[in-house]
């Protein structure tokens, strides 16, 4: 069984290492700042113990206040797993660091994110639409769009 | 005087009888040699994700037939799974083990389609891809009989399943059972025996155990590359505690190894289907749940081992009828990302060959 590690843990971790990145945790779940979350992901997938290798999946929710990012991360080694999330706010500018320098399996799934709900990814290698064509106006997944 | 070259692109699909679909490969070659790919898609999406925000729970079970058509009814499970969890629902014994007899023949449906595609693929073109159709058709016979439908099954239900099973489906499924080993045998030794296949297949395409990881692969292509995970194993779901099984592994990761992988899996599918023939409790299929279902506010994230690799819902409710989000962790998809790296550098031969040992289904892929 796969064990999901104690966000308290983890989110203390974080922030001995990071001070200030952690906003809440609870559960298996740890919310961190958007400026601060490459720099999380990298201590979890860096840190002996930890060793969070394998990106399962990654994708967003509209909140309508805010942008949700979710990141499912596993280790293959440890059979455990953690949530990490963090918010953005900003709905015209959201932007938030690309995780492909970590894990390349988010390539695509950047993509769709930036395809369907408008989020930019600075440092993705190729970061164009991936099921919409170029000149499609708006951002299907956001609950704003009309259809 | 030395000749002036030039790369030039080639485009594999959208219409290509090997691309599973409407698929596009923008090929980038120096002569013979793939330099670059860039796989286009989205000629098959249908916005099933913002669709399903539309519609209540259990409708959003035919939206799962259609994502990767070939594995229908493993897609139904992993969608109900989710919504179980989301709900705090527990399924009956006796659908539980329904349900894993249908996803085990499903797997090995899938199965037949990915190793028959493969040799297509590979040049053999029409021949073994029709007897594993065969072989599949009596497959297709059994979800008739217990669904009334041979392609898009919509036979899972939250807390259950539509319909018990009809009492000439056991006997029907025990000889067909009987009969697989010796199909799969015997097809595996003229393949696995036949040197032109070898040739093709060992040492071309591999994707190291690191890579693979990092690249989020699963299922098969995870495993070809030796890495003993599968989701049956890691984070077990429905009965499959109950079951003895073998996870199989490759070890060079090379197109042969995910394919040995494949012809493996069919084998321990058939033996959990037998354990799960015999364990067969009786008693109720179905769950009793609310006729309006509203899950509590909150999220949840059920995944299954799909025939493909890791199929995966995350639900978002907002405690009404209808999901407020659904995304699918797509492992078709998601396997596609280390296309580039195995193709790369590769005569463009040996392209549908590797692409092929990825097996995906452009339903899920463009959702």
Known sequence: MTTALAATEIAAKLEAALPGSVVESNGNTVVVKDVQLF?????????AGLDFNYLNYLTATDYQTHFELIYDLISIEHNHHIILKTRLTDREKATVASVVSLWRGADFQEREIYDLFGINFPEHPNLKRIFLWDGFQGYPLRKDFKH | MALKTETFILNAGP??????????????????VIQDVEPVFGYLHRGIEKLAEGLTYPQDIVFTDRLDYLASMTNNQAYVVAVEKLAGIQAPERAEYLRVIMAELMRISSHLMAVGFLLNDLGAFLTPLLYMYREREKILDLFDMVCGQRLTYNYMRIGGVSQDIPEEFIPALKKYIDSLPGFINEYEQLLATNEIVLIRTKNVGILTKESAINYSAAGPVLRGSGVKWDIRKADPYSVYERFKFEVPVGSVGDIYDRYRVRIEEMHQSIAIIRQAMEQLPQGEIQAKIPKVLRPPKGEAYGHIEGPKGELGFYLVSDGSTNPYRLHVRPPSLINLTALKELLVGVKIADAMAIFGSIDICVGEVDR
Do not use: I
């Not at chain 2, 219409?15 to 596009?24: I, K, L």
């Open chain 1, 39 to 47: 720099r999380a992901a990298s201590y979890l997938k860096t840190t």
């Open chain 2, 15 to 32: 219409q290509h009888p090997s691309t599973h679909g409407v698929f596009r490969m923008r090929l980038t070659l120096d002569g013979e």
